[in-house]
Nanobody
């Protein structure tokens, strides 16, 4: 089984910064894409940022220029640096890992989520 553990959420004032971490128990080279999703109360879960095995990032339009996704291959960890936070960024943030090898572990795995609250 693949474990995915997020950390780094918290309460911050608008304009502040937070860095989320997502550690996985599987080697990062076994992963196709790692992504950060968020879900606010009453809303559907949405993709915020993702990074491919080749290191190519992609971002939701509303976070471009404010959020940066990166990864540390040695630590099997992906980070989400969030700057210039806005109240509308308030949500539970989830890490998703899409595993491709080995075949018996292939699939999507989710972390338990970490709360991010931005006060105005």
């Amino acid at each position: 089984q693949v474990q995915v553990v997020e950390s780094g959420g918290g309460l911050v004032q608008a304009g502040g910064s937070l860095r989320l971490s997502c550690a996985t128990s599987i080697r990062i080279f076994s992963i196709n894409i790692m992504g950060w999703y968020r879900q606010a109360p009453g809303n559907q879960r949405e993709l915020v940022a993702s990074i491919t095995s080749g290191g190519s990032p992609d971002y939701k339009d509303s976070v471009k220029g404010r959020f940066t996704i990166s990864r540390d291959n040695a630590k099997n960890t992906v980070y989400l640096q969030m700057n210039s936070l806005k109240p509308e960024d308030t949500a539970v943030y989830y890490c998703n890992v899409n595993v491709v090898v080995p075949s018996y572990l292939r699939g999507d795995y989710w972390g338990q989520g970490t709360q991010v609250t931005v006060s105005s």
